[in-house]
């Protein structure tokens, strides 16, 4: 080794970025950001949000993506979580004291609802849920003390929607926040902060990736005094999000619209078809005329996402799991929103308490991605003709 190879290794040369102008957005990665000199660095914490001053407090690539998505939800500012589970219990912990109360609708995802029970309720913060289809049943559980109220619609796996901007006026009136969980429509067909909300929360995991190889969430609010308790809390926590996830979730976003408009026409022709089958109890999908809700899709959604669950009658839900394993492009598995269809069984009767589930508990979610639509319905097709021949035989031994 000649003299000064070692230093040159560690002193990476600059080159100038002048005029190199990519379409995407690059990867920053960094934990330690250097200054020009000393009293840059002592100085450092006055730099303010648009700053840079460590890796754990963002780079260009994830406040790149904050950016995006601050613009999209028409929010004052966004903040990234590691997922969307993160991105939510993160988003009501940084409002919520000892002693007050929090709301959440019966139909939000489990892990929510799991996370107010266990953690929240350890914290001395009474948890409490609501039907989300009533208001008046809403308005009747506010207390003096309730902070936040947090919301789904549509409701996880159940699709229940909920008039948001009514329940806005509620949980002002009461001095509270509303929150909403908007992974399902994502911020393309769903503005909660234009109807209300005060925090929204997306799991990137899913629609905004698009792929199904990130986890990441987000949290966005609409008054700038929402988001100082928000990121002082995400940094004293210490928490950091990946710039090269962000930068997969940047190159998801691209193609988000096209993949949305896709999935969410052919989820309605399944639906439709699909809500005609003897086999199938009820479709849940907001697009469908039939829905209880459906008013509420369309005066406040631009469109429907490709995901949507069908019930079933008391002969047909015990051989729907055996039914599965007849498909064969329909891949069986958690989350959705990637290029994959996918189909999971699901049950929300143990995830009730303000509601009670009265149909045969076993849900089947479809996420419809993005391969063509004839062979996905003719795999939908070798699934109802599985129903039909299986209840036929248990049928008879019955
Ligand atoms: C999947 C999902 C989440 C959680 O996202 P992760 O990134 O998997 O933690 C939150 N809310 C809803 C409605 C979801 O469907």
Redesign the pocket.
Known sequence: MATGDLTQCVLTPRIPTEGFDPVGVGVHRASTILFDNAVAYASRGERGEKGYSYGLYGTPTTRTLEEKLTQLEHAARTFLAP??????ALAVMAFLNEGDHILLADT??P??RDFAGSDLARMGIAVDFFDPTDLDDLQARIRSNTRIVWC?SPG?TTMELMDLPAAAELAHEAGALLGV?N??ATPLNLKPLTLGADIV?E????YVSGHSDV???SISVRDPALAKPVSDMIGRMGIGTSPDDASLVLRGFETLGVRLRHSGTVAQHFAERLADSPMVSRVLFPGLSTMSGHHIFKRDFFGSSGVFSLTFPESVAPHVSPALDHLSVFGIGA??GGTRSLAAPMSVGTSRSATRWEEPDVILRLSIGLEDEGELWEDLQRLIAALVKLSAVSGVAE
Do not use: R
Not at 83 to 88: E, K, M
Not at 203 to 206: I, Q
């Open positions: 997922s969307g589970q993160a991105a939510n939000v995802y892990p929510m789904e996880s969980d992974t399902w929360t799991a990137l995991t899913k986890l990441m969430g989350s959705w």
